[in-house]
């Protein structure tokens, strides 16, 4: 008896985990909930990783904020680019804090005017 409830707990704990990693709202992100607006902040973008795999993230010191834009459009992509932006700050999960703040971007241009220090 005991063995087949131990199978029973695994096989619906295995069922609840897979469908709320693969249909909760969290991995879409324009799905989730917008946390904070930001206008006209200046940022830096910064590129991880490399090729295909690579993420594009906005780091505006002023704010003390590291986002990590899901929707940056490809002429903005360029490590070290200064920039002016606008968007929302998106609900996150635990595991994507490392990465910095889900970010949407909203409104986008070169900036010349921000301090170079990395």
């Given at each position: 008896?005991?063995?087949?409830?131990?199978?029973?707990?695994?096989?619906?704990?295995?069922?609840?985990?897979?469908?709320?990693?693969?249909?909760?709202?969290?991995?879409?992100?324009?799905?989730?909930?917008t946390v904070e607006v930001i206008s006209s902040a200046t940022g830096i973008?910064?590129?991880?990783?490399?090729?295909?795999?690579?993420?594009?993230?906005?780091?505006?010191?002023?704010?003390?904020?590291?986002?990590?834009?899901?929707?940056?459009?490809?002429?903005?992509?360029?490590?070290?680019?200064?920039?002016?932006?606008?968007?929302?700050?998106?609900?996150?999960?635990?595991?994507?804090?490392?990465?910095?703040?889900?970010?949407?971007?909203?409104?986008?241009?070169?900036?010349?005017?921000?301090?170079?220090?990395?």
């Amino acid at each position: 008896m005991q063995k087949i409830m131990g199978t029973l707990l695994m096989v619906t704990t295995g069922f609840f985990l897979n469908s709320s990693l693969v249909n909760d709202d969290i991995t879409t992100p324009a799905a989730r909930d917008t946390v904070e607006v930001i206008s006209s902040a200046t940022g830096i973008v910064r590129e991880i990783g490399e090729g295909e795999t690579a993420v594009y993230m906005i780091d505006c010191r002023a704010k003390h904020l590291r986002l990590n834009v899901y929707n940056m459009p490809g002429e903005f992509k360029k490590n070290g680019m200064q920039v002016k932006f606008s968007g929302n700050i998106k609900a996150g999960s635990t595991l994507e804090d490392d990465f910095g703040e889900c970010f949407e971007i909203t409104a986008v241009e070169h900036s010349a005017d921000i301090a170079t220090n990395p």
